[in-house]
């Protein structure tokens, strides 16, 4: 079993920054990826980015996030990071990480929230106009 729980959401006004974490505990993978969504009121749950590992890492986005966003991981500590830059109002939801062990080759898979049997409880963010 993992457990991720999500860490870092907040109040910050447009053009401010957030990093939020996510640390996992419990079995650790020695490939995967993790996987940062949200969700805003009244919307779906929308993917954010991607971060897999199988020896090398590789990255993937969201064209909305994409040059604002950071993913990143901490090994030592168990923990991904999302660097979220430059934050505009429509950024503002409940931001959730996920994570699997499965490999996928074509990282577009990671986009899909179904490819996640892991979940967070989720941290909101907010941001002012």
Known sequence: QVTLVESG????????SLRLSCAASGRTFSSGATGWFRQAPEKEREFVAAIRWS??????????????????????KNTVYLQMNSL?????AVYYCAATPTYYSRVTYYTR???????????QVTVSS
């Open 88 to 92: 505009k109002p429509e950024d503002t």
């Open 55 to 76: 020896g090398t890492t590789s990255t993937y986005y969201a064209d909305s996030v994409k040059g604002r966003f950071t993913i990143s991981p901490d090994n030592a």
């Open 9 to 16: 959401g907040g109040l910050v006004q447009a053009g401010g």
């Open 113 to 123: 929230s179904t490819s996640y049997p892991y979940w967070g409880q989720g941290t």
